[in-house]
């Protein structure tokens, strides 16, 4: 299946290959913030453009979700916090729990960045709980480690 976004035709599978190679380029320091004030098309440009393309709605909410990761990766919080709430708001509405946990487990680590201790300890907390209630050991574990590097006690 190709899809055609303003003349750029791309599979679904190259859309998630650039989505996933632009989030290691922002983990490791690569993804460049200038290029957006200087005008050059960034992967996060190039990957929202296509975005809209994309069929599956889980699959658009997960791109979305790694926009933010490259946005916090950049330094750009609010950027970052308003991609992980649309994909949120998108996760929670079709009841897909396990995203709506790790998109928290972001959104926690956003807050905690922009110094809103209250939204951290709530995200983490949600997270932790659907977490514990899917029975998902390894992020169980990870929201802990969170909540204990943030300072945060869960309940």
């Excluded at 919080?77 to 996760?91: C, D, G, Q, S």
């Excluded at 790790?102 to 209250?118: D, H, P, Y």
Aim: hydrophobic share 50%; charged share 25%; net charge positive.
């Amino acid at each position: 299946m190709t899809m055609t976004t303003d003349g750029v035709g791309m599979t679904w599978r190259q859309l998630i290959a650039t989505i996933w190679l632009a989030t290691m380029a922002g983990a490791f320091g690569v993804a460049d913030a200038r290029s957006h004030a200087e005008g050059r098309r960034s992967v996060p440009a190039m990957v929202a453009r296509v975005l809209p393309a994309v069929v599956s709605i889980t699959t658009r909410q997960i791109a979305e979700r790694s926009l933010g990761k490259l946005a916090m990766a950049a330094g750009a919080f609010e950027e970052a916090e308003t991609h992980l709430a649309r994909a949120l708001e998108v996760f929670a509405s079709i009841d897909y729990r396990f995203h709506v946990a790790r998109t928290r487990l972001l959104l926690a680590e956003v807050s905690q960045r922009r110094g809103n201790r209250e939204a951290v300890v709530g995200h983490v907390q949600e997270a932790y709980d659907m977490f514990k209630l899917m029975r998902v050991s390894k992020y169980i574990e990870r929201a802990e480690k969170m909540a204990t590097a943030f300072g945060a006690v869960l309940a």
